[in-house]
């Protein structure tokens, strides 16, 4: 017979979900309030959860650990011991170019935490990131994949913001992807073909 996990308490998932929020609020530069409006609940409901008197359920934790950019066991380890929740939150997604190439399809195929599936694109160099007065803000390292959300797109969260933001551009005069990390998305030039903003950051 299969091994039934043991049940993991809320105040586990709550600590958890502590560690995870303290160091990705700094890393992508959110509030509370940010990241209640890009989950689409209130500020009050997210500061439940973040305190424990709302209990993180399957949904929620799905939902907040996709949002933050991790597997859901990192926030509840029993996930990784339900094959059927696991199979139930996985989506395909297809790595599209790589980064010195913007208009070369690669069609890789790779599990997504994504449910609205962005454009994925492998870094295949090490990459620089400056913000545009050519201070060095990020690095990126080779193999590494970006999640990336065109900012034309109706779905784009343009209500957030915080002055770290990746954007990739796609010229049609340059083969690899420029990138720039500012509060705000950069204007739209006669040879832009395309601008995304980079929704996560899966290091490999």
């Known amino acids: 017979m299969p091994t039934v ?9 709550t600590s958890n979900l502590k560690k995870v929020w303290n160091e ?3 890393i992508l ?4 309030k940010t990241a209640a409006e890009q989950l689409g609940i ?19 934790t799905m939902k ?26 996985q989506w395909k997604a297809v790595v599209s170019h790589t980064s010195s190439d913007a208009h070369k399809k690669v069609g890789e195929l790779i599990e997504s935490k994504f449910d609205e599936q962005p454009l994925y694109i492998r870094i295949d160099r090490v990459t620089k990131i400056f913000d545009p007065n050519g201070e ?10 970006l999640a990336l959300i065109d900012i ?13 933001n990746i954007y990739a551009i796609v010229s049609k005069n340059k ?19 395309s601008i995304y903003h980079a929704v996560n950051v899966v290091y490999l």
């Open 42 to 60: 209130t500020q009050g409901a997210f500061s439940q959860y973040l305190n424990g008197h709302c209990p993180l359920n399957e949904k929620a």
């Open 152 to 164: 034309r797109d109706p779905k784009y969260p343009v209500k957030r913001k915080c002055k770290n």
């Open 24 to 26: 990705k609020k700094r």
């Open 175 to 193: 083969k690899p992807y420029s990138f720039i990390c500012d509060s705000r998305p950069p204007a739209y030039e006669n040879n832009t073909v």
């Open 5 to 13: 996990p043991k049940p993991v308490t809320n105040d586990v998932k």
């Open 136 to 145: 060095l803000i990020s690095i990126l390292p080779k193999e590494a994949l």
């Open 29 to 32: 530069d959110i509030t509370q």
């Open 64 to 89: 907040i650990a996709k949002f933050l950019g991790v597997h859901p066991e990192v926030i509840d380890p029993n996930f990784k011991d339900n094959v059927n929740i696991i199979k139930r939150y």
